[in-house]
Every structure is written in structure tokens, then in C-alpha cells.
RNA sequence: GCUCCGGUGGUGUAGUCCGGUUAAGCAUUUCGCCCUCUCAAGGCGACGAUCCCGGGUUCAAAUCCCGGCCGGAGCACCA
């Protein structure tokens, strides 16, 4: 007994040292034989709230070393799409997460009928043909209708139900549960319906097409998942899902719950993201605005920035919107490291220094660590950036980064800042100096950064999600591939978008 | 309306099951200092929570019990 103790409680300590996860264990947990799985619909494209479910499905799995499952659930064959099962594998793949077996619901629709007939067999369903406001009202005042008491002409709809007599929607298999159950998940929910539509894996030969309610528990049970999670909407179907693994004498999963992953005023769902796409007022699904893995990818945030941020996020049922700040922090120190540091100017001003000559200086491109050098030709004509200009005084000193010191002389035209004119100072750099970027007007290319704000303030559209800076980079900038990522200093973390525009990721 | 689930500093969480040894740990945010040719990162520090409220049980409650308030979810032939 002692003997046996022992070593599970070394390898709990493995765990809590191996992994940084901060995941707490899982009831029930074995090493070896934890089988966890994520079944999203393939009817939209992935998002943050997918991550969540995903992230954390892989983190168990592999905290346990065992087995990680991506099931399509995909039972409805009015929402998949092909291009949806493509968009969330490679949003999983995206975010480092390889699943060991990746499957479909429909794969198993034959055994889901077998289960269904079983069921109805054993009377523990019935065929019901009332209509669904019927189904509705009497589901809503607890009472039962006429299709559920007869075996005997369950067993002839049942028939029915699989030689296609019976119409698109005409007729479904419910759960014999508890009419006047407090919970209404128990109310004899549908587990089946007909449906008359073109299922993007098996075509249009199978009409007859179980609901999660069914397909969620006969699945997790017959892919030996031993820990089924999912969001709390789901927590009144519990008594469901098991209730049908008891009737069908299926092996039953633990069932965990976790609060669903929503920032403030950045709208998660395809309700409200379709009509501002269709609106032409977001451009696509990758938009760096959207939640979407690929509009989060955009913006410039890493896989593992998101991981680290959804697991500090934990299990926990209480609803809240955590702070986009929190997993800019997480990506900021990731990328910090391997950022170069160049120079943009938004809003460029003039600036002019009297008494230099031509030359090429050589910058570094990141502060602390090693990532090299870039050659830059400078003249006497530069931009700096308006905000820094709008600072400035007649005699003031500041800095040009990694150049030298200068003194403004006048503007030109007279008062304004439209343009500057200065003289270079034969000084080192010293402490407390204002020091800004610059760009040399030899070096300069015209560049736009975009930098986006969340999409709703409370209920309402934004309209200044969207801001695109424009400005000078130095050029060094247009030879970047996209995708670098790059902190444009003073301004902030970028990504590389394409050869004249970033997207600013975060400060 | 009915049922279920939540409620810890500005924010996200740990601790709550097995009440005391931390009257509350971590992260983030904000501010200050150090470092620094960035408004980044790093280092140090500070501000900040009567643990939703009111009762009760107990020598002792964020932790247990009761009531209330607030928030969310479910009540689909969607998942």
C-alpha cells in the first residue's frame, strides 16, 4: 500500500516541477492514462475562446503524458464547412498544439444510429412527430406528449426514421428523461433530427444526424476520453450526458467545467463579426482587430504568449473579461528579447542641422543583445516625429539617438514647427538629455502603421478601432520579411505586415 | 418566470473541499528609484482587498450554515 503510494506521489512531484503550468491536478488523474480532447464545430473560424479549450485539453494531456484527441464535432451538417475543419487545424498547429489523434463525430455516425436505435429499443427514447412549438411549449410547462408513451409505435417511426419516409425536420428521437424535471435539459431533449443537407465528409446520403447533446457523451466515452472539458454553458447538460451514458452503459468521462474566454469590447461571436465583415467595416477574419487566431497572429502576438496567458487565467467558473494588457505583457517579454529596434517617425517634421557633413554611422540593432548592426547614410537634412517637435524650444538640447546632440535654433517658417533648424553640439551624450529617434532624409521611406483599438465600446461600433500613422521608416525596414517582428523604438512593438505597413502589437 | 453557477485589491487569479501557523500569495496595471543613447526589457520598492452584504455556528471563518444583493448561464430539431 505504502509501496504504492510512493511512487504516484514522486511523479506529482515531477509534474509540479517539469511543467511551469500552473494547472491544478485533475481529479482522478493517472500518468499514462489521462485521454483529454477538443471537439470544436467546424462551422467558424478558430478563436481566443478556442485557444482557451484547446490549450488547456493539450496541457492536461501532456501533464499526464497521455493522450490528446481534436475531435470535429460536426454533426450538423447545415454549418460545416470544409474550410473551417482546414482554419482550426491550422490554428491548433499555429499554436503548438499537435494533437495524436485528430477524428470527426460524422467518422462514427454508423455506431451514433446503433446507439439511437438501442436506446429506442431499450425505451429509452422515442420517436416524436409533434411540431417544434408543440415540443416547446410542452417541454416549457413539463409535460409529456402522446409520442412518448407507445412503444410500439416508436418502434414503427423508428423504422421510419431510417428509410427515409420521413420528411426534412419532420420527425426526431428524444431522450425519455423527466418532464417536470427542474432542470430542462432533462425535459426530454432531441438527440436526433433529419436533416436534408450536404455534410462536407460524408455527402447527403445520412439524414438523420445526432445532436451534441447525444453525440458529445456516446464520443467522449467511446474514445476513452477520461476527462471531458468544456465551457459552463454546458453545466445543466450534465445530468444529461450522463444520464444517456447510464442508459446506453457506456463508460463515463469526468466531466470539468471552465468559463468561457472573452476580452471587453472585442465580440467573440459570428453573430456579431459577420455583419461588420459583410458591412465591409472589418475587412476579413484575419482583421488584428478580431479575436480570431489569425486576427491575433496578425496583430503580432506569439503562440506562446497566448499559452501563458490562458494558463494564468486558471479553471475557474467565475465569469470575467481578464485585460488584454495582461497577455500584451506576456507576448512584450517574450518578444523583447529578439526585437530589433528601429526607427519610425509618425507625423514627420523637418529637421535641418547646420554644420555637419555626410556621413554613414553604423546602429545596433537591439540594445542589450546581439542581433547586429545596420548602416544608415546620414546628411544634414533629418524627420523627427511632430509630437517630439511640438516639445521643442528655441535653445533647447536634445539628443538624436546614437548620432549626437543638437540645439534648436529656430523654426521655420517663424513660430511654427513645421520645420526645425538646428546645430549640432560637440558634446557626448549625457544623462537626462532628451533623446528621440530620427530618420535621415536620404534613408527615409514613407510607412504606415496601423494601430488598432477594441472593436465595441459597450455596445457600440468604435469607429476608432482603426488608426493608421503615417510617417517615415528608416529603409532598412522595407527589407524585412513579413511577419518580423520588430519594436519601432519610442513607439512600440510591431509586426511586419508587408513591405511599406506594420501593425503596432502593443507598447 | 423557473433552475443552475459564480462574487477575493483597478484587473486576472491562489487560498475555500479538510475553519486557525500569511488577516491574504502571485501576475498585471499605476507610481517611484536603479539600470539604460527608447516611453521596451531587466532589478528594487510603493500604492492598493474590513475576502459582495447581513446574520448564525465556533475559542477561531475568505474558508462551515442560513438569508439577501449583484452578475452570468440554461430553458433550440446550435454546438
Not at 460524408?202 to 468544456?230: C, Q
Not at 457506456?250 to 458591412?279: D, H
Not at 500613422?469 to 532598412?476: P, V
Request: proline content about 6%; hydrophobic content about 40%.
Amino acid at each position: 500500500m505504502l509501496e504504492q503510494a510512493a511512487p504516484g506521489e514522486s511523479q506529482k512531484k515531477k509534474i509540479a516541477e517539469s511543467s511551469q503550468a500552473p494547472l491544478p491536478p485533475l481529479q482522478g488523474a493517472e500518468i499514462g492514462n489521462v485521454v483529454t480532447r477538443f471537439p470544436p464545430e467546424p462551422s467558424g473560424y478558430p478563436h481566443i475562446g478556442h485557444a482557451k479549450a484547446a490549450i488547456i485539453d493539450e496541457e492536461y494531456a501532456h501533464m499526464y503524458n497521455g493522450k490528446f484527441i481534436l475531435r470535429f464535432d460536426d454533426t450538423n451538417p447545415l454549418n460545416e464547412k470544409l474550410e473551417y475543419y482546414e482554419a482550426i487545424s491550422e490554428g491548433l498547429e499555429w499554436l503548438g498544439i499537435r494533437p495524436d489523434i485528430v477524428k470527426n463525430s460524422s467518422d462514427d455516425i454508423q455506431l451514433l444510429h446503433e446507439y439511437g436505435k438501442k436506446l429506442i429499443l431499450s425505451g429509452g427514447a422515442y420517436v416524436c412527430t409533434c411540431n417544434q412549438k408543440t415540443i416547446h411549449d410542452l417541454r416549457a410547462r413539463g409535460l409529456p406528449c402522446e409520442c412518448r408513451n407507445d412503444l410500439n409505435v416508436a418502434l414503427d417511426r423508428l423504422k421510419k426514421m431510417f428509410d427515409g419516409s420521413f420528411e426534412h425536420n419532420a420527425a426526431v428521437i428524444r431522450f425519455k428523461g423527466d418532464m417536470s424535471n427542474q432542470n430542462t435539459a432533462m425535459r426530454d431533449p432531441t438527440l436526433f433530427r433529419i436533416i436534408d443537407g450536404e455534410h462536407p465528409k460524408i455527402g447527403n446520403k445520412i439524414r438523420l444526424w445526432p445532436t451534441y447533446d447525444f453525440a458529445a457523451p456516446v464520443e467522449d466515452s467511446i474514445d476513452g476520453v477520461t476527462h471531458a472539458m468544456r465551457t459552463k454553458e454546458y453545466e445543466l447538460r450534465n445530468a444529461l450526458y450522463f444520464a444517456i451514458l447510464d442508459r446506453l452503459g457506456l463508460r463515463k468521462p469526468l466531466l470539468i467545467e471552465f468559463s468561457r474566454l472573452e476580452f471587453n469590447g472585442v465580440p467573440i461571436s459570428k453573430r456579431k463579426i459577420k455583419p461588420l465583415i459583410e458591412k465591409g467595416i472589418v475587412k476579413s477574419w484575419s482583421d488584428p482587430r478580431l479575436p480570431t487566431l489569425m486576427g491575433i497572429k496578425r496583430k503580432g502576438f506569439l503562440p506562446d504568449a497566448i499559452r501563458k496567458f490562458v494558463l494564468s487565467l486558471g479553471l475557474t467558473l467565475a465569469e470575467t473579461k481578464p485585460p488584454v494588457e495582461t497577455l500584451e505583457a506576456f507576448n512584450r517579454k517574450i518578444i523583447d528579447s529578439y526585437c530589433m529596434r528601429l526607427f519610425f517617425v509618425k507625423d514627420p517634421v523637418e529637421l535641418q542641422i547646420q554644420n555637419v557633413s555626410s556621413k554613414e554611422i553604423i546602429l545596433k540593432n537591439h540594445p542589450n543583445n546581439d542581433l547586429g548592426t545596420r548602416k544608415v547614410p546620414v546628411s544634414d537634412s533629418f524627420y523627427i516625429s511632430a509630437e517630439d517637435a511640438a516639445k521643442l524650444n528655441i535653445n533647447d538640447e536634445i539628443r538624436l539617438m546614437d548620432l549626437y546632440n543638437i540645439k534648436i535654433i529656430k523654426f521655420e517658417p517663424n513660430q511654427t514647427r513645421k520645420a526645425l533648424i538646428a546645430a549640432a553640439i560637440p558634446e557626448n551624450i549625457r544623462q537626462g538629455i532628451p533623446k528621440i529617434q530620427w530618420v535621415a532624409k536620404s534613408d527615409a521611406i514613407p510607412y504606415k502603421v496601423m494601430i488598432t483599438r477594441e472593436l465595441y465600446l459597450g455596445e457600440k461600433y468604435n469607429p476608432n478601432s482603426l488608426e493608421i500613422c503615417e510617417g517615415y521608416a528608416e529603409s532598412f525596414v522595407s527589407m524585412l520579411n513579413i511577419d518580423t517582428r520588430i519594436q519601432f523604438v519610442r513607439f512600440g512593438f510591431c509586426r511586419i505586415d508587408d513591405s511599406n505597413n506594420a501593425i503596432f502589437t502593443h507598447r
